[in-house]
T-cell receptor
Framework: KNEVEQSPQNLTAQEGEFITINCSYS?????LHWLQQHPGGGIVSLFM???GKKKHGRLIATINIQEKHSSLHITASHPRDSAVYIC????????????FGKGITLSVRP | NAGVMQNPRHLVRRRGQEARLRCSPM?????VYWYRQLPEEGLKFMVY????????ESGMPKERFSAEFPKEGPSILRIQQVVRGDSAAYFC??????????????FGPGTRLTVL
C-alpha cells in the first residue's frame, strides 16, 4: 500500500463546477503539501497544511489529522485549472523528506 | 526575485555518457532538494542538501548518481554512465533557511533527460 493515495485518478469536469480532490495517507506527518503540475511540466506549490483549512482565491485545502485525510477544493472551476494535482506528505522528524502521491489529472471542459 | 532555475531544460545523452543537471535555488535559500519523476510515475525524493553538506541521500541510487551543493555556484546532480532507465524529469526545489519541517518548497521547471 502506498503511503499516499489520491482519488479519483482522473477527473473531468465542466467549467463552473465545484471540484474535490482527495488525499489519504498512512503515516504520521508534520505537514501536507498540495502541488499543481501544468501540462508543460512546471510544478507550483499551492498549499502547505499541518491542521485546519487554508484558502487562496478559488482554492481551498483542508486536512483532518485524526482521519489522515486532506481535500483540495476548486470553486467555479475554469479550463485553466486543468493540471495534475499532487499531494505530498512530510513525515515527522527534523530532516524528513516528502513522499508524493501519483497525482490526479484534472480536465475542465469549457 | 528570480525563482528556482534549472538548466538545461532538456538534455539528451547516449548510453554510457555523463549527465550534469544544475539547479540555482532562489536567492536567500540554502536548502536544495532533488526529485525524479519517471514516466507515468509520481515524484520521488532523491537527495536533500545544504551548502557544502549532504543532509539526506536516502533516495539516491547507490551507484552512478551523486549530488553536490558547493559554497559558491549551483547545486549539481551528476549521473555517470547513463542508462535508458535514467530517462526522466528531474526537479529541483529550494527552501529558505529555517529547516525543511515547516518551509514551503519552491520548485524549478525541471530538466527532462532523455537517454538514447
Amino acid at each position: 500500500k502506498n503511503e499516499v493515495e489520491q482519488s479519483p485518478q482522473n477527473l473531468t469536469a465542466q467549467e463552473g463546477e465545484f471540484i474535490t480532490i482527495n488525499c489519504s495517507y498512512s503515516v504520521g506527518i508534520s505537514a501536507l503539501h498540495w502541488l499543481q503540475q501544468h501540462p508543460g511540466g512546471g510544478i507550483v506549490s499551492l498549499f502547505m497544511l499541518s491542521s485546519g483549512k487554508k484558502k487562496h482565491g478559488r482554492l481551498i485545502a483542508t486536512i483532518n489529522i485524526q482521519e489522515k485525510h486532506s481535500s483540495l477544493h476548486i470553486t467555479a472551476s475554469h479550463p485553466r485549472d486543468s493540471a495534475v494535482y499532487i499531494c505530498a506528505v512530510r513525515s515527522r522528524g527534523a530532516n524528513s523528506k516528502l513522499t508524493f502521491g501519483k497525482g490526479i489529472t484534472l480536465s475542465v471542459r469549457p | 526575485n528570480a525563482g528556482v532555475m534549472q538548466n538545461p531544460r532538456h538534455l539528451v545523452r547516449r548510453r554510457g555518457q555523463e549527465a550534469r543537471l544544475r539547479c540555482s535555488p532562489m536567492k536567500g535559500h540554502s536548502h536544495v532538494y532533488w526529485y525524479r519523476q519517471l514516466p507515468e510515475e509520481g515524484l520521488k525524493f532523491m537527495v536533500y542538501l545544504q551548502k557544502e553538506n549532504i543532509i539526506d541521500e536516502s533516495g539516491m541510487p547507490k551507484e552512478r548518481f551523486s549530488a553536490e551543493f558547493p559554497k559558491e555556484g549551483p547545486s549539481i546532480l551528476r549521473i555517470q554512465q547513463v542508462v535508458r532507465g535514467d530517462s526522466a524529469a528531474y526537479f529541483c526545489a529550494s527552501s529558505p533557511v529555517g529547516g525543511p519541517s515547516t518551509d514551503t518548497q519552491y520548485f524549478g521547471p525541471g530538466t527532462r533527460l532523455t537517454v538514447l
